[in-house]
Antibody, heavy 126, light 107 residues
């Protein structure tokens, strides 16, 4: 059974760096064609894709946020980590990690998401 | 970046109605489009991929169509469990982008 679970601080202050961890089970991120992404959703607003890491450790980022984002993976721990620098109140959102079906995805071959974590609420407030 | 525009943003409808949601891409994305359903406080759930392929376990009342820049999600007969917000997502190219969502609510 595939599961993904997001974790991190629930509250961050402006200008701080947010570090979120996606811990997963039921699959390996070293499997060819597998990708894990981070997606966020501000309260009452639409989904926004943030970053992706593929099975070969290649990455892709949201155009407007890429200077603030870093995605990485630890295959041995089944974890994907997202850091976002210089947090602002507009970054308050629920942050999701999600995976693609195996076999097709890479940082040059995008795909859709068919397993999602439950989401993690992050509030940026002074 | 490819912009995805959904319409309408809100749909007030009744159980048993046929519902159609439109998603337009700012440039051609072939058939590289997915549809998701999201209920309050829950993660999105995949309904349709490659514009018209029904994900396993999704009721057959859901269908998708379109290619290029215009796509539709149709619910043939709205059920009580279908009241939710629906999002399209293009995966033709990075960065991945989602539509603004369509909330299907009870009239």
């Amino acid at each position: 059974q595939v599961t993904l679970r997001e974790s991190g601080p629930a509250l961050v202050k402006p200008t701080q760096t947010l570090t979120l961890t996606c811990t997963f089970s039921g699959f390996s991120l070293s499997t060819s064609g597998m990708c894990v992404s981070w997606i966020r959703q501000p309260p009452g607003k639409a989904l926004e894709w943030l970053a992706l890491i593929d099975w070969d450790d290649d990455k892709s980022y949201n155009t407007s946020l890429k200077t603030r984002l870093t995605i990485s993976k630890d295959t041995s721990k089944n974890e994907v980590v997202l850091t976002m620098t210089n947090m602002d109140p507009v970054d308050t959102a629920t942050y999701y990690c999600a995976r693609t079906p195996p076999g097709y995805c890479s940082n040059t071959s995008p795909w859709y998401f068919y397993s999602w974590g439950l989401g993690y609420q992050v509030t940026d407030s002074s | 970046d490819i912009q995805m525009t959904q319409s309408p943003s809100t749909l007030s409808t009744s159980v048993g109605d046929r519902v159609t949601i439109t998603c337009r891409a700012s440039q051609s994305i072939s058939s590289w489009l997915a549809w998701y359903q999201q209920k309050p406080g829950k993660a999105p759930k995949l309904l349709i991929y490659k514009a018209s392929s029904l994900e396993s376990g999704v009721p057959s009342g859901f269908s998708g169509s379109g290619s290029g820049t215009e796509f539709t999600l149709t619910i043939s007969s709205l059920q009580p469990d279908d009241f939710a917000t629906y999002y399209c997502q293009q995966y033709n190219s990075y960065p991945l982008t989602f539509g603004g969502g369509t909330k299907v609510e009870i009239k």
